[in-house]
């Protein structure tokens, strides 16, 4: 049989999950806390910025921290999955909390900016395990209605980690130098660590030993390496530069032969077989698409706000604040409603539409919508996301075998991670784009330089002729536009495909 708290393989697919194990609010609290960790190290760094170069300097590379954290996060995602599935949930989850210590530890004694970005690479093989096993272990306690209930904790811990990681890492960083904004994870990890050991019930003896897809796994890896190495160097070098090329070449050959590979694994790190399932397919591709064009347009709000509405960037902060809250609310709402009917599909449907209604009218706002616009168009997209972000989670776990709960888990969560990655590149393309076209045509040539250089300011605007900076918002208003517009097809080719998932419900139990 399987085990219950892991879900390893050995019995039947459809075995029902056992009763919850002793102190589990605990136990959930220890889900959260790691949850929280993972979530808050992609946040924290940032205000750390000027002081962390000022002592380690090689500015020009600050930017790979946080590549070499985001690559090694979601290189990890499957594999833990999968070992987690394979080997018991417990053994790894600790695995990957010790990995995140250790590299948090390491990064707060880097005397390089080499160094720091090496262990932030080690700390992101932790964070990636961190959050799949959170929600595997999830998966492996409770059958799907009961699981929803939950969804809305992890959105709040979402919630708090983006909002507080800014505000911590100041105040850290101010009062005793930024390598605290990495040791603060060792109390944090230790508590969760003993939090896991003793709550979390124990993998029971296997027939026989568990074989691992070595080639799939360093095939996914590199295919997994590839694809963010290209979108990362494109967003900062253009699509064209031969490194860019190069990288997605070898993104596609890896995916060719990683494929034909799992096709004949005897245990292959994503079984394939999980794809045949529509609804599977369905809502990896969902996550995709939602974190893609949400997340990649996003990033540039502030840009809008501040070169084109001239809000300063404390209040851009704060604007923020409806999307971060009603996405968490929308996640709670939408697994309790799960948690009670069962039914999940207009979830999905809803979260795309409104998805791609709110992009709509943020493009067709432009120059013109005011902050107040802004701030409720950001809100309905981030009701839009929440009514999806976990709910494709959380079916994708109900439509997998239980010895495959882990894998199903992280092929979601990577989803959503590479739609991120890839769409902020995507959409700051397109941006650029638009803005040298735009520019060329419309303003003074030195303004147009600084403009298309990157190096133009929303600081610059004021000492402009007033005509001139009114040009330049229309000309910033009109290149957002285009991106928000560009991610309406995306949206809606993700609605379409959600309206095919079944009308069906999820299980009370099993």
Request: glycine share 12%.
């Amino acid at each position: 049989m399987n085990d219950p708290g892991t879900g390893r393989p050995g019995g039947p697919a459809t075995g029902a999950p056992p009763a919850l194990p002793p102190r589990f609010a605990l136990l959930l609290a220890a889900l959260l806390l790691t949850s929280a960790m993972s979530m808050l190290d992609q946040s924290i760094v940032a205000t750390a910025g000027p002081s962390l170069t000022a002592d380690l300097g090689a500015q020009n590379l600050y930017g790979w921290t946080f590549t070499a954290y985001m690559l090694t996060f979601s290189v990890a995602m499957p594999v833990y999955g999968k070992l987690g599935d394979l080997f018991g949930r417990r053994t790894v989850y600790l695995s990957a909390i010790v990995l995140f210590l250790a590299g948090s530890v390491a990064c707060g004694t880097a005397d390089s900016m080499g160094q720091l970005i090496v262990f932030r690479a080690l700390q992101g093989l932790g964070g990636g395990g961190l959050q799949v096993s959170a929600f595997a272990v999830l998966g492996d306690l409770m059958p799907p209605r009961q699981r929803a209930k939950y969804q809305g904790w992890f959105a709040g811990v979402m919630v708090i980690a983006n909002l507080a990681g800014p505000l911590v890492g100041g105040l850290l960083t101010d009062q005793f130098g930024w390598r605290w904004i990495f040791y603060v994870n060792v109390p944090l990890g230790l508590l969760a660590l003993v939090g896991i050991r003793a709550l979390l019930p124990a993998a029971a003896p296997g027939r026989g030993r568990p074989r691992v897809d070595y080639l799939g796994t360093a095939l996914l890896t590199g295919l997994i390496a590839a694809l963010v190495l290209a979108t990362d160097l494109a967003g900062r070098d253009g699509w064209g530069r031969p490194q860019v090329i190069a990288l997605g070449a070898g993104a596609v050959l890896l995916a060719v032969v990683w494929l034909r590979h799992e096709r004949s694994a005897e245990e292959p790190v994503v079984p394939l077989r999980l794809f045949t399932d529509r609804t599977f397919t369905v809502c990896v591709v969902v996550a995709f698409a939602v974190s893609f064009a949400f997340f990649g347009c996003v990033n540039f709000v502030p840009l809008l706000l501040q070169t084109v509405e001239g809000v300063s960037a404390t209040r851009t902060g704060l604007l923020f604040l409806p999307a971060m809250i009603g996405m968490a609310v929308a996640t709670v709402v939408a697994g309790q409603v799960i948690a009670k009917t069962g039914r999940y599909k207009w979830f999905p449907v809803a979260s795309t539409a409104l998805a791609a209604g709110a992009a709509v009218a943020m493009a067709l706002a432009g120059t013109d919508g005011g902050v107040a616009t802004v701030a409720v168009l950001l809100a309905l997209m981030g009701v839009g996301v929440g009514l999806s972000s976990q709910v494709t989670t959380l079916v994708a776990q109900s439509t997998a075998p239980r010895e495959h709960l882990g894998v199903a888990t992280s092929t979601v969560g990577l989803a959503r991670n590479l739609g991120t990655a890839i769409g902020a590149t995507v959409f700051g393309s397109i941006l650029n784009a638009r803005l040298a076209s735009e520019s060329v045509r419309r303003l003074p040539p030195e303004t147009a330089d600084r403009v298309v250089g990157g190096e133009f300011t929303p600081s610059d605007a004021a000492s402009l002729p007033s005509r001139t900076a009114s040009t330049v918002a229309d000309v910033y208003g009109d290149a957002l536009s285009t991106v928000f517009l560009s991610a309406v097809p995306v949206l809606l080719i993700a609605l379409v495909l959600a309206l095919l998932l079944k009308d069906a419900r999820l299980p009370a139990r099993g």
